[in-house]
């Protein structure tokens, strides 16, 4: 669930309660939800947050990420010596400020979620709140020199998603399209396509488990993948018995900057991955604080992950190397180890478009690779070309080779059968020597005049002839082909705000003295003190070795006729665990949120 998915189910009203909040007032230009959106506007939010709330919204962080969770979850996952109240104070709070929302599925019980497109800005947040607290924790460890990195022998070069993108689509055009009576592609094509991926199953689930829908069990869990990162950007069409490519979407796609093209797919795969897997959340926002084209080992990536769920009871896995295998995969980073056999990674694009700085800059102003080729017929196109080009390319010829410079080869084998029928030889001519910056070997018009001799084309240059008019009544919805994650139609957002006090059932009932006293009481009423923090699952005040120490109860143990409370002490940024006798304290009394009575 998204902010503006929220925003465009609150009323003018409930959006202006949410601005009033005293942790917005930083900013004098900007309102929720706009504020929140900015580094520095969550930052000011945060250091203006409650203790308890900063607490909560750690935990959510650290342990849910964006997927929704229940109360009874959130308590749970606090580590010992976290106060229950304080954190359900702290959920009331983060629900006020518009950082945390209420929702329910269907007819099921009431969840609370943070927006999925703001947790990677809060995780920043975290981070950098938690450095000025301890300074082990940091949000880029070490880099590793270049001279101190040794190559994987088995990597070779892996094609960037997008590139991968390209060719399974020029593959898709060149196998077929045409869908089976079930409704699916051909057997042929399936295969043909998939092996155009660099990405396999394996690695898409190492991060986290992606289940197929009944529409997509035939496919390749990668393909499957792919075509749904297709039709999300509506490069393809459904039709009632084959799919289609939708050339303006598509060309429009291929002219775009290329680390804009690669930055917006990351995005996808992060929103894919986000929703699914609380480590995989973890794991993905630890690597978009990294720069790119910097080596990091990723033991020292592990250790940060671990320093940082400091208020989990139970610290979620790492999912950084799983994140690796398939970022690498999708030709995003690069893997290597250090001199000592350690494991080490890269970013070889920025992580973020908002990280991208100069290196967007650089990629900007930097000139496209130019097509070379030789006068026996070899055509060698660098992965730096227009994709425009290499898409012409890829549906003229077969490719003999990838890698970083791919290879093509001009010859009668070579040129794809839709080319000799749809385009001319003077056609491709012009287009290689466009593409080549130089006018073509003798040899090589032979070869491409011959091989087009026998031929009748319908358009004279490679790109010119569309590749498919269709009738927009044709369009069929597609069903995804992996199941979604949580989908933001089945839940129902609640804004209905439960009041402080109905956190604390029976106090009417209770004696104002346990409330605002600090008092010295006979034992028994020491325990029914001890017996209604637990209930409650809030905090005591108690006065002992001549000092006052805040104290969460655990539980009670009655043993040989005694009895004793099991907790943890508070302290300035810890907690003691302690099994305390009645007789250890002299003064006690309850700890509420102070808007209620507690001192």
């Given at each position: 669930?998204?902010?503006?998915?929220?925003?465009?189910?609150?009323?003018?009203?409930?959006?202006?309660?949410?601005s009033?909040?005293?942790v917005?007032?930083?900013?004098?230009?900007?309102?929720?939800?706009?504020?929140?959106?900015?580094?520095?506007g969550s930052?000011?939010?945060?250091?203006?947050?409650?203790?308890?709330?900063?607490i909560?919204l750690e935990v959510v962080l650290?342990?849910?990420g964006p997927?929704p969770f229940?109360e009874?979850?959130?308590?749970?996952?606090?580590r010992s010596?976290?106060?229950?109240a304080?954190?359900r104070?702290?959920l009331?709070?983060?629900?006020?400020?518009?950082?945390?929302?209420?929702?329910?599925?269907?007819w099921?019980?009431?969840?609370?979620?943070?927006?999925s497109?703001?947790?990677?800005?809060?995780?920043?947040t975290m981070?950098?709140m938690?450095h000025?607290?301890?300074?082990?924790?940091?949000?880029?460890?070490m880099?590793?020199?270049s001279r101190h990195?040794?190559s994987?022998?088995?990597?070779?070069?892996?094609?960037?998603?997008?590139?991968?993108?390209?060719h399974?689509?020029?593959?898709?055009?060149?196998?077929g399209m045409?869908?089976?009576?079930?409704g699916?592609?051909?057997k042929?094509?399936?295969l043909?396509?998939t092996?155009?991926?660099a990405?396999?199953?394996s690695?898409l689930?190492?991060?986290?488990?992606?289940?197929?829908?009944?529409?997509?069990?035939?496919?390749?869990?990668?393909l499957?993948?792919?075509?749904d990162?297709?039709?999300?950007n509506?490069?393809?069409y459904?039709?009632?018995n084959?799919y289609?490519?939708?050339?303006?979407?598509w060309?429009?796609?291929l002219?775009c900057?290329?680390?804009?093209?690669?930055?917006?797919?990351l995005?996808?795969?992060?929103?894919i991955?986000l929703?699914r897997?609380?480590?995989?959340?973890t794991?993905?926002?630890?690597l978009?604080?990294?720069?790119?084209?910097?080596?990091?080992?990723?033991t020292?990536?592990?250790?940060?992950?671990?320093?940082?769920q400091?208020f989990?009871?139970?610290?979620?896995?790492s999912?950084?190397?799983?994140?690796?295998?398939l970022?690498?995969?999708?030709?995003?980073m690069?893997?290597?180890?250090?001199e000592?056999g350690g494991?080490?990674?890269?970013?070889?694009?920025?992580?973020?478009?908002?990280?991208?700085?100069?290196a967007?800059?650089?990629g900007q102003?930097?000139?496209?690779?130019?097509?070379?080729i030789?006068?026996?017929?070899?055509?060698?196109v660098?992965s730096d070309?227009?994709y425009r080009?290499?898409w012409?390319?890829e549906?003229?010829v077969?490719?003999k080779?990838t890698?970083?410079?791919?290879?093509y080869?001009?010859d009668?084998?070579?040129?794809?059968?839709?080319?000799l029928?749809q385009?001319a030889?003077?056609?491709?001519?012009?287009?290689l020597?466009?593409a080549?910056?130089?006018?073509?070997p003798v040899?090589?018009?032979a070869?491409i005049?011959?091989?087009?001799a026998?031929t009748?084309?319908?358009?004279?240059?490679?790109?010119?002839n569309?590749?498919k008019?269709v009738?927009?009544s044709?369009?069929i919805?597609?069903?995804?082909l992996?199941q979604?994650?949580n989908?933001?139609?089945?839940?129902?957002?609640?804004?209905?705000?439960?009041?402080?006090?109905?956190?604390?059932?029976?106090?009417?009932?209770?004696?104002?003295?346990?409330l605002?006293q600090?008092r010295?009481?006979?034992?028994?009423t020491?325990?029914?003190l001890?017996e209604l923090a637990?209930?409650?699952r809030?905090?005591v005040?108690?006065?002992c070795?001549?000092?006052?120490?805040p104290?969460?109860?655990?539980?009670?143990v009655?043993?040989d006729?005694?009895?004793?409370?099991?907790?943890?002490?508070?302290?300035?940024?810890s907690y003691?665990?302690?099994?305390?006798l009645?007789e250890?304290?002299q003064?006690?009394?309850?700890?509420?949120p102070?808007?209620?009575g507690?001192?």
């Amino acid at each position: 669930m998204k902010v503006q998915e929220i925003v465009n189910r609150l009323t003018e009203t409930q959006i202006g309660e949410i601005s009033a909040c005293p942790v917005w007032h930083s900013s004098e230009t900007e309102t929720w939800p706009n504020v929140m959106m900015s580094r520095s506007g969550s930052e000011s939010a945060w250091a203006a947050l409650s203790k308890q709330a900063a607490i909560a919204l750690e935990v959510v962080l650290c342990a849910f990420g964006p997927l929704p969770f229940s109360e009874e979850q959130l308590l749970l996952a606090a580590r010992s010596g976290v106060a229950g109240a304080e954190l359900r104070h702290g959920l009331l709070q983060l629900m006020e400020a518009g950082i945390i929302f209420a929702v329910r599925k269907g007819w099921g019980e009431k969840q609370y979620l943070l927006p999925s497109d703001m947790y990677l800005t809060w995780y920043e947040t975290m981070i950098s709140m938690q450095h000025k607290r301890r300074s082990e924790i940091i949000p880029v460890p070490m880099e590793i020199e270049s001279r101190h990195i040794v190559s994987m022998e088995e990597s070779g070069y892996t094609p960037p998603l997008s590139l991968q993108c390209l060719h399974v689509m020029a593959e898709l055009l060149h196998t077929g399209m045409k869908r089976t009576t079930k409704g699916i592609l051909t057997k042929r094509t399936i295969l043909k396509c998939t092996e155009q991926l660099a990405v396999d199953s394996s690695q898409l689930n190492a991060v986290a488990e992606l289940s197929l829908a009944a529409s997509g069990e035939v496919y390749p869990l990668q393909l499957a993948f792919f075509l749904d990162i297709a039709w999300k950007n509506q490069w393809l069409y459904e039709l009632q018995n084959s799919y289609a490519i939708h050339e303006e979407m598509w060309n429009s796609w291929l002219d775009c900057d290329p680390l804009e093209r690669e930055t917006e797919l990351l995005k996808q795969i992060i929103g894919i991955f986000l929703e699914r897997s609380p480590s995989a959340a973890t794991g993905m926002a630890l690597l978009c604080m990294l720069p790119p084209y910097r080596w990091f080992r990723i033991t020292d990536l592990d250790v940060q992950h671990m320093l940082r769920q400091e208020f989990l009871s139970k610290p979620q896995s790492s999912a950084i190397s799983a994140w690796c295998g398939l970022l690498c995969a999708l030709g995003w980073m690069e893997a290597a180890f250090d001199e000592q056999g350690g494991k080490v990674l890269r970013w070889l694009i920025p992580p973020s478009a908002s990280k991208t700085g100069d290196a967007l800059l650089e990629g900007q102003a930097r000139p496209e690779g130019q097509v070379q080729i030789t006068p026996d017929g070899d055509v060698y196109v660098p992965s730096d070309c227009a994709y425009r080009t290499i898409w012409q390319i890829e549906r003229l010829v077969t490719r003999k080779r990838t890698d970083h410079m791919a290879v093509y080869r001009l010859d009668s084998r070579g040129f794809k059968q839709d080319a000799l029928l749809q385009e001319a030889g003077e056609g491709v001519i012009g287009f290689l020597e466009s593409a080549s910056g130089e006018a073509l070997p003798v040899t090589v018009r032979a070869i491409i005049l011959q091989a087009f001799a026998a031929t009748t084309p319908t358009s004279g240059r490679p790109g010119n002839n569309p590749i498919k008019t269709v009738d927009i009544s044709e369009y069929i919805e597609p069903l995804p082909l992996i199941q979604n994650g949580n989908v933001v139609q089945t839940f129902e957002l609640l804004t209905e705000r439960q009041p402080l006090k109905a956190m604390f059932s029976g106090i009417e009932d209770v004696p104002t003295m346990w409330l605002k006293q600090f008092r010295a009481y006979h034992s028994s009423t020491r325990r029914e003190l001890m017996e209604l923090a637990l209930s409650w699952r809030t905090p005591v005040k108690l006065s002992c070795e001549g000092a006052v120490k805040p104290f969460v109860p655990e539980r009670i143990v009655d043993v040989d006729g005694r009895w004793s409370v099991m907790g943890h002490f508070v302290l300035e940024e810890s907690y003691a665990p302690a099994n305390l006798l009645p007789e250890m304290w002299q003064e006690m009394m309850l700890v509420l949120p102070t808007e209620i009575g507690s001192f």
